[in-house]
């Protein structure tokens, strides 16, 4: 009955919500919400005291449209101290022409004020291995001028920096820069200029708990994203978790300023959990008509 009560101010809260901003921005990450530190590694920090955990996902936009976003995830983060927390990343994305395969590694450091405040520090190094190819791209040329006009594999090294202010672990907020890089070395002057192309990119985030009892809670999420050469985008979220015997079950939906409405599902269970979103456009501000999902499975335990 509590969860029942909490679901349903979550869904008028979210009647709320802001409809009007939009940008036709991809955004390359992992749903934030689910996988925070992905966006800002001092995220990694908010695991417990030895604490491991083993994720692998996969994301999907536009399903059905040839060269449609998709992204391949998988991670291990593990907590040896109270301060220190170490990681690999590894994220494999393809859209339509752009394919990048990146390996992160991720640290974190906590800084402890008191019993109830916490200040994270992040630092994700990532090298990546990029490469643009218009064998599959589509035009009504005889001659693609593009074709064999590029690099077919480019090599670097960028960064991923965060921090992020915890009170108890009921509120948070976090700044995070990156350094968004695409490389490709079209040479004609005429052509798109993909060398050394990269964009600094800054992204903000708000996570609180505003209703909480021993066995439900209900939490509002949001992020605001911008690279100076787009509108910058938001993604707002609502979610009610409820502990059912020994696991737990996290209901939300949320709006993304691409113009979709997210639904969320997470089952956490004694070690394993369980992840499922699903994304629909809305009406008149879709920048197609398909939808997309994210699914994924994770382990997570603490050692004695």
């Known amino acids: ?74 991670h291990a983060i593990a907590k040896f101290t109270d301060e220190h927390t170490f990681g690999i990343q590894m994220v494999e994305h393809a859209y339509a022409t ?32 990029s490469n643009i190819d218009f064998s599959n791209a589509i035009t009504e040329m005889t001659i693609e001028p593009a074709l064999d006009n590029y690099s077919r594999l480019t090599v670097f090294v960028d960064a991923n920096a965060g921090v992020s202010y915890h009170f108890k672990d009921r509120f948070s907020m976090g700044l995070a820069m990156t350094n968004f890089v695409v490389n490709g070395s079209v040479n004609e002057p005429d052509l798109l200029n993909y060398a050394a192309y990269s964009l600094l990119q800054g992204t903000a985030d708000i996570h609180y708990i505003f209703y909480r009892t021993e066995r439900n809670s209900s939490s509002f999420d949001a992020l605001v994203t911008s690279n100076g ?54 009406v008149g501000q879709q920048l197609t008509a398909f939808t997309g999902n994210y699914i994924g499975l994770g382990y997570k335990f603490t050692a004695p």
Do not use: C
């Open 229 to 282: 050469a787009m509108p910058a985008t938001y993604q707002l979220f609502l979610t009610t978790e409820q502990q059912i015997s020994d696991a737990k079950a996290l209901i939300g939906i949320g709006y993304k300023s691409t113009g979709d409405l997210v639904t969320i599902l997470r089952i956490h269970m004694a070690k394993f959990y369980y992840l499922y979103t699903f994304e629909a456009p809305v």
């Open 1 to 74: 009955m509590v969860m029942s009560r909490s679901f349903v101010k979550t869904l008028i809260i979210a009647g709320f919500m802001p409809l009007a901003g939009f940008a036709q921005q991809i955004q390359m990450n992992t749903p934030f919400l689910l996988h925070r530190h992905y966006v800002n590694p001092s995220y990694n920090g908010v695991l417990d005291f030895h604490q491991l955990d083993l994720f692998m996902g996969s994301k999907s936009k536009w399903n059905g449209v040839p060269g449609s976003p998709a992204v391949n995830a998988v």
């Open 98 to 129: 752009f394919n990048y395969q990146s390996i992160a590694l991720p640290y974190s450091f906590t800084a402890k004020l008191n019993d109830y405040h916490a200040l994270k520090l992040g630092l994700a190094t990532r090298f990546v291995q």
